[in-house]
Structure formats: C-alpha cells, structure tokens
C-alpha cells in the first residue's frame, strides 16, 4: 500500500493540529475531543479538502487499531463487583434508553419518509434502520471526557457501563431492524439467515475476546517484565482487530471483551498494563478524531433529508434522556444516576457509522426519490447526525458529571504526588551527628535510627556529610578507638541532597535516577541547613494514607 502525501499530511497536521484546537476548546471549558474533530473537520472533505475520501479510505486499518484499544481499556472498566452489585440497574437502563432511542427515531423518520416517498414499506423500512442505528452510543468520545477530567463515582460507573454495552444492543437491533426492512422494502434476503449472522456476530465477537484475555492474563502470571507484557498484548489486541475484521466480527465488542477478562482476572497484575496502554493511547486518540471530523462529508445532502437529521437527533436525545431516567428510576437507583445518566449518552460515533454503511450495502437498491437510493440517505443522515451529536455529546457528558460532583474524584497516586513538596513528606526527627562528636555516640545514635546513614552537620545545622552503616562497621570491632575518633574523621561527602521546597514528583525522579531509597532535605542548596531525610517508605506512606482518604471520601 502507497501512503500519498495526503495521509501523511493529515498524520502530521492531525497530531499538532489536534492539539492546538484542543488547548483551544479548553480555554473554553469544552473537551478536548470537540477540538480534534474540529481540526478533522477543517482539514477533511467539509473543509480545506487537505485530504481526500480515498487518502481517508486507506487509514481504516488505523481507526480499526484505535477503535480496539478504546475496545479494551472500557471493558477494563468493568470489574466483576460493580456489575455484579449495578447489574440489574445496568441492564435496565441499557433496554430502556436503547430501545425508547429506537422507537421514537423510528416513528419520527418514518413520518417524514411517508410525505417524501408516498410508500409506507419503505419509509416504514427507513424508519426501522435509522431507529436501531440510533440506539448505539459512542464509547470513544464519551470515555475520552470521563479520562480527561478524571471523574469517578456511581454516575460515571453507570455511564461506563451503559455505553460499552450500547455496541450489543445496537447490534441487536440493527441485525433484526435491517432484515426486517429489507423484507417491507422488497429485498430477497431471508431473515433468518441475518438473524444467526447477528447472533454469530455478538456472541462470537465475546468468544474471541474471552478466549484472548485468558491467554493474556496467563502471560501477566508468567513474566514481570511491563515492557514484554506490552509488547505481548498490543500483539494479542491487534491479533483480535484482525480477526474481528476478517470475520465480519465488531472490533469493540471483541477488545472489551478482552480487557473485561484481563482486569477480573488479573486486578493486581494487569494495573501496570492497563496504566502502560493508557499512556501510548493519547497520540492514538488525537489521529482517530481528527480522521473522524476528516471523513464527515456534509455538502451533498437534499435539503428535506436535514429535517429527518433534526428530528433523528431529537427524537434520538430525548428517547435515551426518558428511557435512562425511566430505568433508573424502576430500580430505584440514586439521584445521580436518574438526573443525569441521559446526558452522558449522547455522543454518537464509529460504530453507528459502520451500521450505516452496513445498512447501505443491505438497502442500496432501494429507490426512495429520484437518484437517491435508500442506502444513500441513511449513510449522509447518520453522518450528519454523528456529526451533531459529536458537537453536543461531549459536552453533554461533562455536564452530567459536573451536575453529579464526581469531577477530579478519581485521583491517582501520580496526582497526589503531584500537589505535595518535599517539606510536606520529609522526616524531621532523624539523629543528627556533629563534626566534634565521638564514634562511640555516633553508635549509640545508630542503634535508636533504623536508617542506613546519619547526617553530620556544623553547630549551626549545615550540612557538612554523612556517616552511613557500610563506613563504620569496619571499625565496630575495634573499641579502642571509639573515644578519641571523631564523626568528621569517618564522614563522607555530601553528592545529592534535595530543597525542602521541591517538587515532590521531582525528587522521587531524582531518587529514582541515583536508585537511592533516601536522601538528605536541606533548606536550599546554596545555604544547606539540614532539615530532615525524605525516604521512599515514609513516602509510600503518606500516599497511601491519602488515597483511603479520598476512595473513603468518594465511595460509590
């Protein structure tokens, strides 16, 4: 395959590009998401034209890629104990936004298609593929918004949730809307034979995903090595893409299988993988919406296809805001959740795109006006509606979390960190050794101290060195030197000490690069009056306590 310079161009102006537009809306309190698809939309087939559909064509293989790693870290989301305690409330918003989303889609696009058309079969055909694409909801820009501004609690859980399950759903309902259409509008296909290829689709997608996450979590338990068990699972997640692609399979569904998998049966050891994907997603993130707002194609559509996108986005919003809000409420879920879980559904993507292109391949004989094919209409509506609701959605979850106060709940160690200096953590109650003090108390120091070195410091708390264990051992044996031998006798120099004022994070970065458990904390580095030690463990202490702090404090 020959990359023109057009992919290339979009490579490099998609990942500065993006970027830039993102730090943009974010001054704007908007997500970043909405940045890199603006940028998509400026350098793509609606704008500038910097690249053209084919130059677009040919990075399917990329967005399949993305579309798996946004697969596998949502269904690495989903631990056993939160579904197994929301299951019943998770399962009963997801039929009830989902199939509300449908029905009043359905209705409103069949409407229209009747006074365009004058035929009922095929606006009622119409109706039924745009109402089960509709039900699908983006899990990419959604859980681009909930990472972003780190959120966590009941709201988010159920909002994770819905979407990663909404793909099954829309299937579903896809693979038996469009049967059913293709038989009012005339089609020849069997229903049947689409019916098992739907459920061969679903259930062999979470076959290969399980199949694949047990065979991962077998190689967590084998190997320590992060950068092996990286390199293993990007190949097992682009083994699993390959396959999904080749069998007609649904990439998401087979990744989040996956990663469901990993995550519950490996909590502990599958954390540092999860945290290594995490990190080398954000550049994958930034090209996928961008080449999302590159392929949205928005200038040839009939003017009276515009009010079935108005009414399609509408009837869609208010149908997944009533349905979440009605199955929240049967199971008597919190506020949160009842309020606000429709708002996090709006965002629509990849997936309901792909239904439509399926769908056009399915429907594209039908004729619904003159040179128009039925096929057609569904692929310009949903691209244009992705296109709306892409603008919106984001910005809609934000909302939802915001209103539900679970913003910058989800802390990590890292943030933590982060917040603290040296001075917040440091120990301040170590020994200290003067110059002119003997050997023989030096001792005595060491015995009430479980650190491997003493601090030697002038009358006035300057540092001038330090004693460690390994330089005075030698001597141990020999007492009769114990009185008259002196600290500033024995004492090394001082190589690395640490400001009280700095940043944590950069200590422990300094620590990290000398491999040192401990360091000495002075006031500056000019002055170096000691003020105590900063030691991993105490550290490591501190943190921890933070965090059952906070997960008290924030418990769903």
């Known amino acids: 395959m020959n990359l023109s310079p057009g992919i290339l161009l979009l490579f490099g102006i998609g990942v500065f590009g993006g970027l830039l537009s993102a730090l943009l809306v974010k001054r704007l309190s908007i997500p970043q998401v909405l940045g890199y698809i603006i940028m998509g939309i400026i350098i793509g087939t609606s704008g500038l034209k910097l690249v053209s559909p084919e130059d677009i064509e040919m990075l399917k293989p990329f967005n399949f890629f993305a579309l798996g790693i946004i697969g596998f870290l949502v269904g690495a989301e989903l631990r056993y104990d939160t579904l197994k305690k929301y299951g ?156 999904a692609v080749k069998l007609e399979m649904d990439v998401i569904l087979v990744t989040m299988s996956l990663g469901i998998m990993v995550v519950n049966l490996s909590p502990k050891r599958s954390k540092e993988l999860i945290r290594n994907l995490k990190r080398v997603s954000i550049p994958i993130y930034i090209l996928f919406f961008v080449f999302v707002g590159a392929r949205l194609g928005l200038n040839e559509m009939p003017s009276w296809l515009w009010l079935i996108i108005v009414f399609y986005v509408i009837g869609r919003s208010v149908g997944k805001f009533i349905g979440a809000w009605l199955g929240a409420k049967l199971t008597n879920a919190e506020d949160a959740v009842r309020k606000y879980t429709g708002l996090g559904l709006f965002a629509q993507g990849g997936v309901a795109i792909g239904l439509s292109i399926m769908a056009s391949q399915h429907l594209g004989k039908v004729s619904v006006a003159d040179n128009l094919m039925l096929g057609d209409v569904i692929i310009f509506g949903i691209t244009a509606t992705t296109f709306i609701v892409q603008i919106i959605g984001p910005s809609m979850t934000k909302l939802a979390v915001k209103l539900a106060g679970e913003i910058g709940r989800d802390i990590t160690e890292e943030d933590i960190i982060k917040k603290w200096k040296v001075n917040d953590v440091m120990v301040q109650d170590i020994p200290l050794v003067v110059e002119n003090e003997s050997i023989r108390s030096v001792f005595i120091k060491f015995q009430d101290t479980g650190y491997p070195f003493l601090p030697v410091v002038s009358d006035d708390r300057k540092i001038l060195g330090i004693i460690s264990f390994e330089e005075i051992k030698d001597i141990m044996l020999d007492d009769s030197c114990w009185d008259w031998l002196l600290a500033s006798d024995i004492m090394g120099s001082v190589r690395d000490i640490i400001p009280e004022n700095e940043a944590l994070d950069e200590a422990l970065n300094v620590m990290n690069q000398l491999y040192s458990e401990y360091l000495p904390v002075v006031n500056n580095i000019e002055d170096k009056t000691f003020k105590g030690i900063i030691d991993k463990r105490v550290v490591k202490q501190f943190v921890n306590k933070e965090m059952i702090a906070v997960a008290g404090h924030g418990a769903i």
């Open 88 to 243: 019943k409330q998770f399962t009963t918003i997801l039929l009830a936004e989902g199939m509300l989303a449908f029905l009043f889609v359905s209705t409103a696009v069949t409407i229209i298609m009747f006074q365009i058309t004058h035929s009922f079969n095929t606006a009622l055909a119409t109706g039924i593929v745009f109402g089960a694409i509709a039900s699908a909801t983006d899990p990419a820009s959604t859980i681009n918004v909930l990472w972003e501004y780190r959120t966590a609690g009941i709201l988010t859980t159920t909002i994770i949730a819905i979407v990663a399950l909404d793909d099954a759903l829309a299937m579903t309902l896809y693979g038996i809307g469009t049967s059913v259409a293709g038989i009012i509008a005339g089609e020849t296909s069997e229903i049947f034979s689409k019916i098992i290829r739907t459920l061969f689709d679903l259930f062999g997608s979470i076959g290969l995903g399980i199949l694949a996450g047990w065979f991962l979590t077998r190689v967590l338990k084998k190997s320590h090595d992060q950068d092996y068990i990286s390199s293993i699972a990007i190949g097992i997640l682009l083994l699993c893409i390959g396959l």
